[in-house]
């Protein structure tokens, strides 16, 4: 007798959506796949990459044993190997190289992917591993720490406002991020923002999917979002918009930072960025009579030189403004500080003791 039957489980892919999903399973096979309804965020809607998940793992062209590269890099050339010598080969090389040099002339680099939290980045099958080998200590993911360093320099983590809570925003700055593509589910709480009369702007070189259907496109220049950053918040002050109470109260240096926002008036900003004097200024009058104002960046901003320092700059627009006072106000950015995981890296392991410089 056939029995089928649904089986809740979530996403492994390295996206801030974490989306749950509804796997029919029927007599042991997994046989269908969709987005959990029920769910407050995914809404039962799961992106491309996901939504022929089940074709994907059945695909004829998925790799199933090990390969060799017997040719040089780029000609295509392997032969399979069995898993053993696989193991054996690899394990004769990291083995070498730390009886030669020394375990930390080996330099991790991994992340999440579709590994998850517990296998990935800072989980015990990652940091075990390279623990017992003696390896060099060292942030191992290269993909969003810059911009996490520089929120973590003004707010003190890199997690900010909860998602859901663009519902409430009345303007959404949309900086750096295609948001239709690759995180398209927080649309729908911008949809519901734009019911309630959100104006929702796209501060992007490129003009996306995204930049096509938000109220406003700005195409900055690429690497320039600390400058724009800077100038919207000299129009803030123009405008006597900034929420000294707020600053008094709840930051830090503050006297400093408006002295160096002052350097920055739209006329030299305009010449910065590429954008329009007469634009710069109007989103800056904007932002200084709009509240709440939310602001969703991605990681496109800090992966070029400086990068780190404009998320600290855009991380620093709501402590002016105030944003943080009200729900649908604020950044977000990186959501994995909402929900540390805690692994034990078993740091016990290490040949010699060493120091985590960060």
Known sequence: MSTTLPVLGACPLDCPDTCSWVVTVRDGEAVGLRGNRDHPYTRGALCVKVNRYLEQVRSPERILHPLKRVGPKGSGRFERISLDQALSEIAAKLTAIVEEHGGEAIWPYQGTGTLGYVQGESGQAGRRFWNALGASRHDLNICARAGNEGLRYVNGTPGGMDPETFALS??????????????????????????GGAYVVAIDPIRTRTADQADEHLPIRPGTDAALALGLLHVVLEEGAEDREYIERHTTGWDEFEA???????????????????????????????????????????????????????????????????????????????????PDPRDDLLPHPCVLYT
């Open 170 to 195: 009345r303007l959404i700055l949309l900086w750096g991020t295609n948001t239709l593509t690759s995180g398209h589910h927080l649309w729908k709480f911008i949809q519901d923002a734009r019911a």
């Open 260 to 342: 160096e926002i002052r350097k920055y008036p739209p006329s030299l900003v305009a010449e910065i960025t590429g954008l329009p004097e007469e634009r710069i200024r109007a989103l800056g009058v904007r932002l200084a009579h709009t509240r709440p104002t939310g602001i969703r960046a991605t990681m496109g901003i800090q992966r070029h030189a400086g990068g780190g320092a404009a998320m600290r700059v855009i991380a620093c627009i709501p402590g002016v403004t105030g944003d943080w006072r009200h729900p649908g106000g604020g950044v977000a950015y990186s959501t994995s500080a909402y929900a540390p995981t805690g």
